[in-house]
Every structure is written in C-alpha cells, then in structure tokens.
C-alpha cells in the first residue's frame, strides 16, 4: 500500500498482459489475486469446471469484489465441454465451488457472457497477450477454432493441467480430464506453450505455515484467503497420503510468466489422449532421449522455488489487504 493507501500495483511497468480463463475454484482464487498484482490483467473468463458456469462466474465476480477492482471485467464462457459431458469436482471445492469461508454476495455480476469473443477482440486490440487458462480449456479451444489468427497474435498460452499423473485419473489432471479435446486443440495450436502439470503444482503446497503467512497479512482479504485454503488443505489431506497441503496449481500457470527465473522448464513434445476407457484425458509428455523424437511443443515446467513462489502470493494478497 502507499502512504496515501491507493492500492499499489506491481512497480514492475513492464508487466505482462494476461486473461484468466478459470473456474473458481480455491486455487483459481489465488491465481486471480497473483494475476492482479504481478501482471497487467487485461479480464477474467470464466468456465464450466470446478462447478458449474454460474457458479464458477458468481465466484470470479466475488473475487473480483475481494481484489477491490471494479474496473476488472468477468465474462462467461462455455458451460460445458466440447465433446465430453459436464463434470465438476465438488469433492475438492464444495458445493459452491469455493466453500470454507464466509463470502459476500457479489456487487455486480459478469460483464458479458461471451467469453469467446472477448477473448478474441482483446487479443486483436492488444497483440502479445498470454492466454492462461486454469480450468478446462474450452473457452481457449474455441477462441482459437474462431480466429484463426489468434495463435500468431498471441504471446503465447500458459495452462495449469497435465502430468506424468493424473488427479481426477490414474493418468488425467481434471483440467485435461473435463474436456480433452478442448485441451488437444490448445496443445496443437503451434504457438508459444508453458504447462505447468501436477508435477510442478504438488511441489506448491498450502501447509499450516503458508496459510498462516496468509493469515498474519491482517485486513480484510488475507483472513478469508487463509480461510479458504484452510478448507482447500483440508480436502487435499483427507483424500491423499505423503503431503502436507494442497497443492496450489493455478497460480503457477501465471507466476512462471511473471516470475520466470523462479521455475526450471524443460522442452517436450506433448499431446492429449482424447479417447480411451483408462487413458482419456492423458497428456503424453515425450521425454525420450531419442534423437528422433517429435520437436517440443511445450515449456514442461519441472521444478520451482516454492517459498519464493508463495512469498509473491503474500506479497500480492498484502497489496490488496
Ligand atoms: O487439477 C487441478 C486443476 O483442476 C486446478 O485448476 C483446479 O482449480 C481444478 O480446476
Ligand atoms: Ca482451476
């Protein structure tokens, strides 16, 4: 905050220009929350995932209300995949798709409910934004089959999704999983590609210091964040051994576009298994030492500075405390 208390943005001046395609979602939150502050957040899409659209819009205008930025515009997007049937995932985010803690209804609701074409116009009007899409990648899918010259216009497309393993699978991360021929489309788009898969994401996680470093912020918005992943750590460890809180996926997708020298990457050629009874929603990650292996398509984020990483997350939750 300044002295004067006008909310103090990133002094970065070169901040990279971004929108959030998501489906608050408890981890989506955060994104929203790091995006606003390390980045220039050009607006918000939203998609069927975590819950359904309106859920999922209703929490992004809520966030929007906790960031305190009337000026952030939120559209909704598709309300269910483009093949795959709808599939939420309440047994993570609840109900509401962001249970755990006492929210407020919000000011306004979304802004439009086109998220395709605001995608499109905004990346026509303001050549070298990232689209960084956190929940199934519908929305993105559809923006590219739309505009074939949106791929050459962007700077490129940084995803949350994928692993060598899989959440809602074996083999499928739920953002893939949802809708993998949407994901499919994003992988082939041949443009500039970062993923940031369960691998690196189960390396950022909310333990009980992390969310007390939230807490200790003080204000308004750091108590109901801490509450939040409170509840989001608490789903995580009653479903799965050998952690210590839930893995925060999303806002790496956007922290490695802001913060890159805090994330090692490495080249792959990957794709997504669209079909098959125990494989569908797969990503195929190359990692052959074969000479004659297909060229990389993507930036595999591997590994991160995880306390770095989370102080940015203070850092940007305290600049709206
Ligand atoms: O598998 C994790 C991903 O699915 C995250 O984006 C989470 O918010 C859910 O959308
Ligand atoms: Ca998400």
Redesign the pocket.
Known sequence: MTGDGDVCQDPDVNAIPMILDC?P????AIAIIAAAHHAELLGITTVA??APLERTTFNACVVRDLLGDPSLTVHSGAARPLVAPPRP?AH??GESGLDGADLPEPVRGADGDDAVSFIIETCRAREGTWLVP??PFTNVAMALRAAPDLGRRLAGISV??GGTFG??TACA???IWADPHAADIVFGYGGPLVMAP?DL?FQLQATAPRIEAVRDVGGVLAPVLADLLTFFSGTYLGRNEGIDGAPV??PCAVLALTHPHLFERAPRHVVVETYGEHTAGMTVIDRRRLRERPPANTDVLVSLDADAVWQLIVDAIASRA
Do not use: K, Q, S, V
């Not at 979602?25 to 989506?28: I, L, R, T």
């Open positions: 489906d979602g408890h981890d989506d995932g975590n995932a993570i985010h956190i929940g949350m999704g959440n809602r991360e739920f953002n369960l994401t996926h999303d």
